[in-house]
């Protein structure tokens, strides 16, 4: 079965600084790999995500993510962020020949201090 | 609408109790998910439905969970005799499935239930 790791639990920057959120996954096959966001008191909404073609996708918001297969990795990058970017943040995997759901890490809190 | 509606948002119920909880998929998409959110167990799958094939039902924690599909469009998830370790909010989710199965799932804003 596939898992997606999330090392940070939370995340506390500076407006300014920049972000990268660890997000590494565990399966041998070809996968479909996305970013969602959940601003407080909103919704899942999709920030990114990656099928196939150039490694590195960019997003909404001025977010981008890296996917490097010999790393099983897909990290969330943003070069400066804003307080509105505070947010908890999920990795999230799905196999193209496994199921159809998505197997999701257990997120990772952004908190962007002003 | 434009996006996936669930109903009710909130829903306290008493242990013992069954709820019934709604989802209105983003229209013309053919795939519907549950999943449940909790603390500590993050995102997990419930069930999913695709066009008239049988369900993946392959997430239901227990027998107390099932959900059906009306006309290829409505959801509803039933929870029987509630337990407080429902207590989670159910998310549910819809695509519409791609080449080579390459496809998103847009998420609605869920239903929170508290059972006492």
């Known amino acids: 079965a596939q898992s997606v790791s999330q090392h940070n639990h939370h995340v506390i920057l500076s407006e300014a600084a920049s972000l990268e959120l660890g997000c590494n996954y565990s399966y041998g096959g070809t996968v479909n790999l996305f970013w969602y966001v959940q ?37 969330l990058r943003k ?36 | 609408g434009a996006g996936v509606s669930q109903s009710p948002s909130n829903k306290v119920t008493e242990k013992g109790k069954d709820v019934e909880l709604r ?11 549950w999943y449940r ?20 039902k392959s997430g239901l924690p227990s027998d107390r969970f099932s959900a059906e599909r009306t006309g290829g469009s409505v959801s509803t998830l039933t929870i029987q005799r509630t337990q407080q ?24 804003p869920g239903t929170r239930l508290l059972v006492l």
């Open chain 1, 39 to 75: 601003y407080p008191g909103q919704h899942l909404q999709l920030l990114l995500k990656y099928f196939s073609g150039d490694p590195l996708v960019k997003g909404i918001k001025g977010f981008e993510a890296e996917f490097i297969k010999s790393k099983f990795s897909f990290n």
């Open chain 1, 79 to 114: 070069p400066s962020v804003q307080w509105s970017d505070t947010a908890e943040y999920f990795c999230a995997v799905k196999s193209e020949a496994g199921s159809y759901q998505l197997t999701f890490g257990k997120g990772t809190k952004l908190s962007v201090i002003p």
């Open chain 2, 23 to 33: 989802c209105d998929p983003i229209s013309g998409h053919t795939a519907l998910y």
């Open chain 2, 37 to 56: 959110q909790s603390l500590g167990q993050g995102l997990e799958f419930l069930i999913y439905f695709q066009g008239n094939s049988a369900p993946d």
């Open chain 2, 85 to 108: 370790e429902d207590s989670a909010v159910y998310l549910c989710a819809s695509s519409q499935p791609g080449l080579a199965r390459k496809e998103t799932q847009y998420f609605g």
